[in-house]
């Protein structure tokens, strides 16, 4: 759901702090489910880059047009890292329910850390998701999964939606994003790389 009313800054400001931080590589990639791309957003470099990160951290924690959340939940690894700083450098004072991936699962299956996490994340009326980048939200799912979206208030949000959100995979919440700008990628076969 396209949100231009999510935050105080533009897309486009968010876009060009993102770009002056080096999160936008280009070259060819092969990811993890074997599609392949000429570009690939690596938001470990907004760590670098001090006034970029303090923007972004800004506007997901600004969030203005979202129901208040009382529960933030990082999506393993990415947004946990973006909830920890948000924390760390004042920006967010909402407690964290903390997820985990499950060994040997796939990358959506994830287990609440401890109990606590899970109570607190199901006690919650409107808990926030929140995720670096999202292609088809299948990582936003997983941790859906965990909630109990048929009486609570579910929103994720993420920096960038750089996919087609999958119809299975958007169920039981409202997902928001700071930019959305589908990056292309290609199956192997139809990679322009491979086919000359």
Known sequence: MASPELRRYSSEM?????????????????FADGDHSFN???MDNLWDHPNQL?????ALAAA???PEADV??????????????????GFDERPIAWLERIPDGRKQDFRFRAKADRELALSASSPRIIEDVVTTLS???????????DVQEIHALAIW????????????????????????????????????
Request: net charge positive; glycine share 8%.
């Open 14 to 30: 968010i876009r060009e702090s993102i770009l002056a931080a080096g999160v936008l590589i280009n070259g060819h990639f092969v």
């Open 40 to 42: 690939k957003l690596e």
């Open 54 to 58: 303090a923007l972004i951290l800004h």
């Open 64 to 66: 203005e047009s979202l």
């Open 72 to 89: 933030l939940i990082g999506v393993p690894s990415g947004g946990q890292r973006l909830v920890t700083t948000m924390h760390e450098l």
């Open 139 to 149: 990582s936003v799912a997983g941790a859906v999964r965990l909630l109990r979206p």
């Open 161 to 196: 939606r750089r996919g087609k959100a999958k119809p299975q995979y958007s169920t039981g919440f409202t997902a928001h994003y700071l930019i959305e700008e589908e990056l292309p990628t290609y199956s192997p076969e139809e990679c322009p790389v491979h086919r000359k």
